[in-house]
C-alpha cells in the first residue's frame, strides 16, 4: 500500500521541528550544506564555504580570499525523517559560484545559484469519501539566484532573488482545474555581513564578524486549491542575526565560535531558535564540527556533530610559506624571499596567475537530546569542488601597472628634448674648474709625504 499520510508527516514535521507555523513551501526552511548544519545549522556570519548563501547572501565574497577569480561547485544529500523509514524522502541540492576578489579598487563581487529539492515519492490523493482516485508523484523545487558585494573587505550586502515550484499533488483538480495541488512564485532574501580580518606578524589572525538577513520575504503566497476557504498559505519568512570569531594560526590551527537567532517571522508570535557552533581545524586537511540548536515551541533540542576533510592547494603553499618566515625570522635566513620571487615571475600581459585546487568532502549527522526522535541518525554528506586562475588582475582590466621608481630611472629622455648647448665663454671656467680637481686630485704632502685626498 503506497504512503497514504506522507503529506501529513511532511506537514506535521514541518510545523513541529522547523516551526514554521502556518507557512507553505517547507523546502525554502530546509538548509543545505553538511558543514553548516553541523555548526547548529548557523551561517549568517560564519562564512567558509559557498553555502553559507542560504543563510545570508552577503557572505559570499568571504568565502574565498586566496585568489582574484575562482569557481565552486558543491553537491549535498540527506536523507530525511530516517525514523519514518521512507526511502524516497530525501533532499538535495546544487551549488555554483563565481567570485571576483579586487576586480575594482577595494570592491569583491561574488555570484552563486543554488537548487534546493526535496523529494516526497509517491502519494495517494483520496477523494472527499475517503477513496483512492490517483496517484501522484510529490516534490518541491526553489531555484536561486544571489548577487552580492563587499567593501574594503570589511562591509558586504547581498541579494537572492528565488522561484519556488511546490508539487504536493499535482493534478489533482483534474480535468476542471489542473493547476490545483501546484504552487508557484517568488521570493527574496537580503542580507548584510560585516568582518574584518586582522593580522599579526603575517603569522596570527582575527576576524570577528557580524551578519543578519531577512529570508523568503516578497507578495507571493502559495495556493494550492483555487477554491480554498483558507486561501492561500503565507511563506515562510524569516529573519537571522548572529556573530562569529575565528582565530587562525599560521594557516595550520584554527578555530571558531558561532552564535545565531532565527525568528520565525510569519506569525504574530516571533517563534526563537538558537544556533551554536564551534569549528576545530587540525591541519589544511581536517575540520571538526560541533554544534548545537534550541527551539522550544519546535520542540527541537538537537547536538549535530560533523567533519571535513579536504585540500586546498593555495591554503596548504600559505601554511608553508608562513612557517618559512618564521623560520627565517628565527635563523636569520631568507627563504621566504627566494619562494615569493618564483611566485611573483607567474605573469602574463599584466595577468599574475596562481592557480588553485580545492575538493572537500562534509559529513555530519543528528543526535536528539530530547523525545523528539523524528530526525535522529539524520546524516548529511556533501562536497564541494573548486578552481581558482587568476590571482591578480592588470590595472584597470588590462592597462599596464604603474612602473616602480627604479624603472623611471630607466626610461630614456622624450623624443621632444632639446640640448642646448652653453656659450663658449661660460665653458672654459667649468673645464678649467675640472681640471684643477683633476690636477689636485693627489697632493704629496710635504710633512709626512702621505696622499691628501
Not at 46 to 68: C, R, S
Not at 299 to 314: D, P, S, V
Request: hydrophobic share 40%; net charge negative; glycine share 8%.
Amino acid at each position: 500500500m503506497k504512503k497514504i499520510i506522507l503529506l501529513l508527516i511532511i506537514v506535521g514535521t514541518a510545523v513541529t521541528v522547523l516551526a514554521v507555523g502556518d507557512a507553505a513551501v517547507i523546502t525554502l526552511e530546509f538548509p543545505f550544506g553538511s558543514e553548516n548544519c553541523a555548526l547548529g545549522e548557523s551561517g549568517v556570519s560564519h562564512a567558509k564555504n559557498i553555502q553559507t548563501v542560504f543563510w545570508n547572501p552577503a557572505g559570499l565574497p568571504a568565502v574565498y580570499d586566496e585568489l582574484q577569480l575562482n569557481f565552486l561547485n558543491g553537491s549535498f544529500h540527506e536523507d530525511l525523517l530516517p525514523a519514518f523509514f521512507i526511502p524516497d524522502l530525501y533532499h538535495e541540492s546544487t551549488t555554483f559560484g563565481v567570485f571576483l576578489n579586487d576586480v575594482l579598487p577595494y570592491t569583491d563581487i561574488s555570484y552563486a545559484f543554488f537548487r534546493n529539492y526535496i523529494s516526497m515519492g509517491e502519494n495517494i490523493v483520496v477523494d472527499s469519501l475517503g477513496l483512492d482516485s490517483d496517484t501522484v508523484f510529490s516534490d518541491e523545487t526553489v531555484l536561486a539566484h544571489a548577487f552580492a558585494f563587499r567593501l574594503f573587505d570589511i562591509v558586504s550586502l547581498g541579494v537572492s532573488l528565488k522561484s519556488f515550484d511546490s508539487r504536493l499533488a499535482p493534478g489533482i483538480g483534474l480535468p476542471d482545474y489542473p493547476g490545483d495541488g501546484v504552487a508557484e512564485g517568488n521570493a527574496f532574501d537580503i542580507g548584510l555581513r560585516i568582518g574584518k580580518r586582522f593580522s599579526f606578524l603575517d603569522l596570527f589572525e582575527v576576524e570577528p564578524a557580524f551578519g543578519v538577513s531577512l529570508l523568503n520575504w516578497g507578495p507571493d503566497s502559495a495556493l494550492y486549491i483555487h477554491d480554498s476557504e483558507l486561501g492561500a498559505d503565507p511563506l515562510p519568512k524569516r529573519g537571522i542575526i548572529g556573530g562569529s570569531a575565528h582565530f587562525n594560526l599560521l594557516e595550520l590551527f584554527e578555530y571558531t565560535i558561532i552564535y545565531e537567532e532565527d525568528y520565525t517571522l510569519v506569525t504574530k508570535h516571533k517563534e526563537k531558535t538558537e544556533h551554536l557552533g564551534q569549528r576545530f581545524q587540525i591541519s589544511p586537511f581536517y575540520i571538526v564540527q560541533r554544534g548545537h540548536m534550541y527551539d522550544g515551541v519546535g520542540n527541537r533540542n538537537e547536538i549535530e556533530k560533523g567533519y571535513t576533510a579536504m585540500f586546498n592547494l593555495q591554503k596548504t603553499l600559505q601554511m608553508v610559506f608562513r612557517l618559512v618566515k618564521l623560520y627565517d625570522y628565527l635563523t636569520e635566513q631568507h627563504l621566504w624571499r627566494s619562494m615569493k620571487t618564483i611566485e611573483d615571475k607567474l605573469s602574463i600581459g599584466g595577468w599574475k596567475f596562481k592557480p588553485n585546487v580545492h575538493y572537500s568532502r562534509s559529513h555530519s549527522e543528528i543526535f536528539p537530546q530530547n523525545d523528539n526522535i523524528a530526525r535522529e541518525g539524520q546524516v548529511r554528506d556533501d562536497r564541494m569542488f573548486g578552481l581558482g586562475i587568476v590571482a591578480t588582475f592588470p590595472t584597470a582590466f588590462g592597462a599596464q601597472p604603474k612602473p616602480d621608481k627604479k624603472d623611471d630611472q630607466l626610461k630614456p629622455a622624450p623624443p621632444d628634448y632639446e640640448t642646448v648647448e652653453l656659450p663658449e665663454p661660460l665653458q672654459q671656467p667649468v673645464n678649467k674648474k675640472k681640471d684643477e680637481r683633476k690636477s689636485n686630485k693627489h697632493i704629496m704632502s710635504e710633512e709626512d709625504g702621505e696622499l691628501v685626498r
